[in-house]
């Protein structure tokens, strides 16, 4: 009984619901993002795979460090981590080096993830008909595999027109997560005043 009433779609929307604010502080981020990649499409680029590198780098000293003080861990276990740790070091010195392979591994991997990301989203709000926000989850969705195609099949695409495909996509993204909080404070504002009716 108290399953059933935890999956009830109406407490799970005012559950989300409550948490607006969080919703709408990453579609007001992911616009501002978008907007810098279209206006300084060059740097964002360099930014991403600089930004990248270092991650990568930051990770795999971690995770070496990570290996060596692990006590819980089998010898195997810990050596492979170590291993990881430094292959993932190696990759972030190499992204670091050379920023222009990174960025043309970058768009692959990109296209590829908004592909998949695109599909699962129109999956999941296809089969999900009560699903709150349905339209714009299949619209976000068909936008995602539209820009990953995009990416794939048009290798030749310069890493500029890149940036900006991906800056229009930012914004569009961050407008409709925007929208999308607004509409779920709306739901839980509506829900607050049937509630003491109820």
Request: hydrophobic residues 65%; positive net charge; charged residues 10%.
């Amino acid at each position: 009984m108290d399953a059933a009433v935890r999956n009830d779609p109406a407490d799970l929307l005012a559950g989300l619901g409550r948490h607006w604010g969080w919703v709408l502080a990453f579609g007001a981020v992911t616009t501002v993002l978008g907007l810098a990649a279209l206006v300084w499409p060059g740097r964002t680029l360099v930014v991403v795979a600089v930004l990248f590198g270092i991650e990568l780098v930051a990770a795999g000293v971690f995770r070496f460090v990570a290996a060596l003080a692990a006590d819980d861990e089998s010898g195997s276990t810990r050596v492979l981590l170590a291993l990881l740790g430094v292959l993932s070091f190696i990759v972030g010195l190499y992204a670091l080096r050379h920023v222009l392979l990174t960025l043309a591994a970058l768009a692959l991997a990109l296209g590829i993830f908004w592909i998949v990301n695109g599909v699962i989203e129109m999956f999941a709000a296809i089969s999900y008909r009560t699903m709150p926000g349905r339209g714009w989850t299949i619209a976000m969705g068909a936008l995602s595999v539209v820009a990953g195609v995009v990416v794939l099949v048009s290798p030749g695409i310069s890493l500029v027109t890149l940036a900006v495909v991906l800056g229009v996509w930012l914004v569009v993204f961050g407008a409709m997560e925007i929208a999308l909080a607004w509409r779920l404070r709306s739901a839980v504002t509506a829900r607050a005043r049937v509630a003491p009716a109820v």
